[in-house]
Each structure stands twice: as C-alpha cells, then as structure tokens.
C-alpha cells in the first residue's frame, strides 16, 4: 500500500488493518506518535490525515486515503510551527509523553479557528491526557500561537496606529 507521510511517499507492505500508528512506528521509523492506550482514549498517538486530527493508534492504514502528518513534518528544527513555538517558551512539556499529540491536536484547532476561546481549546484538548496535569500551559501555549499566527489587520497592516 502507498502512503504519503510528511510530504513523502512510502510503499509498505503491511496487512490492511495494521494500525497507522505501527505502521508509522515499526515499518517507517517516525516514532513521534506515541502508543498510550491503544484505543484511541489517549491522544499521545495523535496524527493529522488530510489536516484532520486523528488517532493513529485506532484507524487501519488500509483507511488511509490522504496525506498524513506527524510532529516531525510539522515543522522543522529551523521553521519550528508556531505551536511547536509556544510550547517551548510556556514550557509545557513536563515528561513530555503525551506532547506530540498535544501539539497535533492544538495545531489542528488553529487551522480551522485562528482565534479560539477557551472554551473552544478546551474542547479541541479534550481526550489528549496528561499525568503531568500541564493543562494551563497548554491552554496559554494555545492562546500564544494564536496571536503569534494571527493575520495584521487592515489598520496594522496599513501602519496606523491607535
């Protein structure tokens, strides 16, 4: 079967309802997606699939028709994405187990909602655990890329001032 992961084809030859998660792990080598739980409760798994957020850990690769994403095609070393970003400087990660599908799901949110309420992270986040309880900074990690991504409005962009 094809994939395509992080921007990259990849034939593997796996049984169809492999879970993506071990395909990614065991056959391609990108170990960012964690294992937690194994059935899609966890979130450490996380993965986008056409920009979707998504559990690795529960969806057959078989039933992989478009482009996936993992941490390590979200950004790179030196483009870090805005997410990836804030999550540095709130220093969230504690263990650090469960933060790629933190940062999955969080970039997720920020694709589809560039300025979301608290209520509307706390809704995106919830099902991704952490032992660490670093639920606040992930909150102010959220709120930071937001405003770090936000477009300039007219008036900022147009150099007016208030």
Known sequence: ??????????????????PLLW???????????????????????TVHIDGQPMRACVTPAS????AVTTIEGLGTPAALHAVQRAWIEHQV??????????????AALLARNATPSDADIDDAMSGHLCRCGTYPRIRAAVKAAATATAKPTAQASAGVSK
């Not at 079967?1 to 309802?17: C, F, K, S």
């Not at 395909?23 to 798994?45: H, M, N, Q, S």
């Open 1 to 18: 079967m094809r994939l395509n992961v992080n921007g990259r084809p990849h034939e593997v030859d796996v049984e169809p309802e492999m």
């Open 23 to 45: 395909v990614l792990r065991d056959e391609l080598g990108i170990t960012g997606p964690k294992y937690g739980c194994g059935i899609g409760f966890c979130g450490a798994c």
């Open 63 to 66: 039933a992989v028709q478009g």
């Open 93 to 106: 990660a504690q263990c650090g187990y469960c933060q790629s599908g933190q940062i999955m799901a969080a």
